[in-house]
């Protein structure tokens, strides 16, 4: 606790904030949920109010938040590069696997709302110094390769909507500028934010609707590619980057805290209860969104360039020119409806990442930094390499492949610990009380994650098989592997009372 001088000079400091501990919300910040004479009724202090449209509208936003790293562009490129080289063959994994991230993210709304804390809010409490100083770095070095991702997909968008006037950093310096919307809006309040969201949403919905117009995929071929399993070993590359896209690391941190941008007493069972009914509903309602949003980006590139000599070539560079190439004699040319709604995709999962960059390095960090300041932070780590990759890296389609693909793989390593530490904090009974998961959805949600993780290595042993030669390389990559192998059983065993208390004393007893 601070004392009396030091919280005054907090409260004069312009780049302090006087709060005590970092706090994803101010109380002033928050949305209050009104009903209609509900606060009359005391039984609400444990049972379940009834349903309401209009607190359901007053609970919406925090889902579509989050839906946005279903839509970022790295989700684009995977989708269109799905739909060239397996057609609709794999639309049905891109569904199970929007209901795989679905379960995660209920599971990150359920956390934050039980406690009223955020993900990495309580990692910092539950883990030693140096577990949650590796934790924070893995979160932070996520963050980096997703947003490297988004800002690149923006700047292309940027340069096609130019006319190629403008060159890729010059798109990253443009895109970087939405740090500025973000604060501004802000600064207005949760709601106006959220409504700048639903406008970019919608925007990437009418430009994948319009070109899914345009090309008139088969809807029979489309339905039965959704119903029907079917992989080859032609797709499997493909396959992995389907599900690889869905989780993705800062989301998890992100959406533990987005939903206490809502007044809930977590005093009150009932209404603890009611809140995570309505982002259940919220958070399912955005996913559907996201998954048709998804589907109109296989399916067009399915249609348009499965079974081509192309298909093996295209990526988020080339793909307007390739689509303008082929359909180009529309009302509205296909290259710039592509490029808006690259453009709406990368713009706003900029701006998330930005929120996310904030809650994870002030909840790992406790910082106190006046918000402002902690945006311009968490904004300038993501940018600046950003800024080195599109001014250092040529700019040309091949080398911009490699790169995306060094960026899923960096993605790929990290997603165990943000899976991992989410689904033993959501079942630890001191920590959820009446709120932690059962058997049977502890079971569910481990065998998924272990599956995720389980893809994504295939992933990554497939990618540095490649790309790791001679001795030296080999050596740092079985010795990296070994620890990373060895910190990921660390966090497991804390999943599980009688390891978890056994490493927790050793821990204690070597600190």
């Keep these: 606790m601070p004392?009396?001088?030091e919280h005054q000079r907090l409260l004069r400091d312009p780049l302090i904030d006087s709060d005590e501990e970092e706090r994803a919300y101010d109380s002033s910040e928050k949305v209050h949920i009104v009903g209609v004479d509900d606060d009359d009724y005391d039984g609400y202090a444990t049972a379940t109010p009834p349903f309401s449209w209009k607190k359901l509208w007053l609970f919406t936003g925090p889902g579509f938040l989050m839906s946005i790293a279903f839509l970022d562009p790295g989700?684009?490129?995977?989708?269109?590069?799905?739909?060239?080289?397996?057609?609709?063959?794999?639309?049905?994994?891109?569904?199970?696997?929007?209901?795989?991230?679905?379960?995660?993210?209920?599971?990150?709304?359920?956390l934050g709302v039980?406690?009223?804390?955020h993900l990495a809010e309580l990692c910092r409490e539950e883990y030693p110094t140096w577990a949650r100083m590796l934790l924070w770095i893995m979160a932070e070095?996520?963050?980096?390769?997703?947003?490297?991702?988004?800002?690149i997909g923006s700047a292309i968008a940027i340069k096609i909507l130019s006319n190629g006037l403008l060159p890729l950093w010059a798109g990253v310096v443009i895109t970087a500028l939405d740090c500025f919307i973000f604060l501004l809006l802000e600064n207005y309040g949760v709601r106006k934010l959220e409504a700048l969201f639903a406008v970019l949403i919608a925007t990437m919905a009418l430009s994948f609707a319009w070109m899914f117009g345009e090309t008139k995929p088969n809807g029979v071929e489309l339905l039965i590619g959704i119903l029907v399993p079917k992989l080859s070993s032609k797709t499997i590359k493909e396959a992995v980057g389907v599900v690889g896209c869905i989780i993705m690391p800062h989301n998890v941190f992100l959406h533990s805290a987005l939903v206490q941008s809502r007044e809930v007493d977590s005093r009150k069972v009932g209404r603890v209860r009611e809140a995570i009914k309505y982002y259940s509903i919220e958070s399912t309602a955005a996913l559907v969104v996201s998954f048709i949003i998804n589907l109109f980006v296989t399916t067009v590139f399915a249609k348009a360039f499965y079974g081509t000599e192309q298909a093996k070539?295209?990526?988020?560079?080339?793909?307007?020119?390739?689509?303008?190439?082929?359909?180009?004699?529309?009302?509205?040319?296909?290259?710039?409806?592509?490029?808006?709604?690259?453009l709406a995709a990368g713009q706003s999962s900029t701006i998330t990442g930005t929120y996310?960059?904030?809650?994870?390095?002030?909840?790992?960090l406790n910082l106190r930094l006046k918000k402002w300041l902690r945006a311009l932070i968490t904004r300038s780590c993501a940018i600046i390499p950003t800024l080195v990759v599109a001014l250092v890296f040529d700019t040309s389609e091949a080398s911009l492949d490699v790169l995306n693909e060094?960026?899923?793989?960096?993605?790929?390593?990290?997603?165990?610990?943000?899976?991992?530490?989410?689904?033993?904090?959501?079942?630890?009974?001191?920590?959820?009380?009446?709120?932690?998961i059962g058997p049977m959805v502890k079971l569910v949600s481990w065998v998924v994650a272990g599956l995720i993780i389980v893809i994504n290595?295939?992933?990554?042993?497939?990618?540095?098989?490649?790309?790791?030669?001679?001795?030296?390389l080999s050596t740092f990559m079985y010795a990296f592997t070994a620890g990373y192998v060895a910190f990921i059983v660390y966090l497991v065993s804390r999943g599980f009372s009688f390891f978890g208390f056994l490493t927790k004393r050793l821990t204690d007893a070597c600190s």
Excluded: H
């Excluded at 063959?89 to 795989?100: D, G, I, N, V």
């Excluded at 070095?141 to 800002?151: M, R, T, W």
């Excluded at 990618?463 to 001795?471: D, I, K």
């Design 141 to 151: 070095l996520a963050l980096i390769g997703a947003d490297i991702q988004e800002v």
């Design 75 to 110: 989700n684009l490129e995977g989708d269109l590069q799905a739909g060239a080289i397996a057609g609709n063959s794999l639309l049905w994994l891109l569904l199970w696997a929007t209901a795989m991230g679905l379960l995660v993210q209920l599971l990150s709304a359920r």
């Design 356 to 364: 996310a960059g904030q809650f994870i390095m002030g909840g790992f």
């Design 114 to 117: 039980a406690t009223g804390r």
């Design 457 to 472: 290595g295939y992933l990554l042993v497939d990618f540095f098989s490649a790309e790791v030669r001679g001795v030296v």
């Design 313 to 342: 070539d295209i990526g988020l560079v080339n793909a307007g020119q390739y689509l303008q190439d082929k359909y180009g004699g529309g009302l509205l040319p296909i290259l710039y409806i592509w490029a808006v709604g690259l």
């Design 406 to 436: 060094w960026l899923n793989v960096l993605q790929s390593v990290q997603i165990p610990f943000a899976l991992i530490p989410l689904l033993c904090l959501v079942a630890k009974e001191e920590l959820m009380g009446v709120f932690k």
């Design 3 to 5: 004392t009396e001088q």
